[in-house]
């Protein structure tokens, strides 16, 4: 059964962050808050947490496109090319924000994500997700939790997600209400921005 940790933004408690960061160390699975929508997360680090991640959305590791959620932009370089002026610019003006980037991969990334030619970079614009990548030292991988109504497409209730997923996951952070509206993608690999999906981020 998963544990219900109550962490909100305005006070976060450090010993529940402590705690998220102990079960992430171990391998585990967690359900967390961010500035947009509640997402899956796991140690990227950890080949056996990410292809548990895999399995919970129902794909195959090699398959999955999990974006790293970093608490700054100083993790850019373990994972990214060189980026040019421009580029970092757009990144310094909208990090933290409801964002994720694209950007060219190089060839220092973790395991799971070996063979990858780009990555997704998101810095979320929300105390508890940058608390918990700050203490565990090291980004997250992360993926969007989706709803099965046809109408909402992402779910918001942080009770309702973890009856849902309560065999599946070790804690679930539960915020208060998420956001209906995911975060915007951005490609910058070729310089220019280009939006792959329009959400709640405006460049």
């Known amino acids: 059964m998963a544990k219900i940790l109550k962490i909100y933004p305005d006070n976060p408690q450090e010993s529940f962050i402590v705690e998220v960061v102990k079960t992430l ?3 585990g699975i967690i359900i967390y808050p961010s500035d947009t929508v509640y997402a899956l997360g796991c140690d990227i680090n950890n080949i056996k947490a990410m292809e548990k991640l895999a399995h919970i959305k129902k794909m ?3 398959k999955a496109q999990f974006s790293i959620i970093c608490n700054d932009l100083s993790h850019l370089s373990d994972f990214t090319r060189p ?3 421009a ?3 757009i990144l310094k003006n909208n990090v933290p924000g409801p964002f994720t980037f694209i950007l060219e991969a190089n060839k220092n990334l973790p395991l799971a994500y070996k063979g990858k030619k780009t990555i997704g970079i998101r810095v979320p614009d929300h105390p508890v997700p940058q608390l918990i990548v700050q203490k565990l030292g090291h980004p997250i991988a992360s993926t969007s939790i ?3 109504d046809e109408i909402l497409e ?3 209730d942080p009770e309702l997600i973890a009856e849902k997923y309560d ?3 070790d804690i679930v952070i539960d915020s208060g209400y998420g956001d209906n509206m995911a975060s915007t993608i951005v490609d910058l690999t070729s310089g220019e921005p280009e939006v792959l999906r329009e959400g709640k ?3």
């Open 25 to 27: 160390q171990k391998g």
């Open 60 to 62: 195959k590791l090699d």
């Open 83 to 85: 980026i040019d002026t």
């Open 87 to 89: 580029v970092f610019r």
């Open 146 to 148: 989706k709803d099965d």
């Open 154 to 156: 992402y779910s918001t």
């Open 167 to 169: 065999h599946l996951v």
């Open 201 to 203: 981020g405006v460049l």
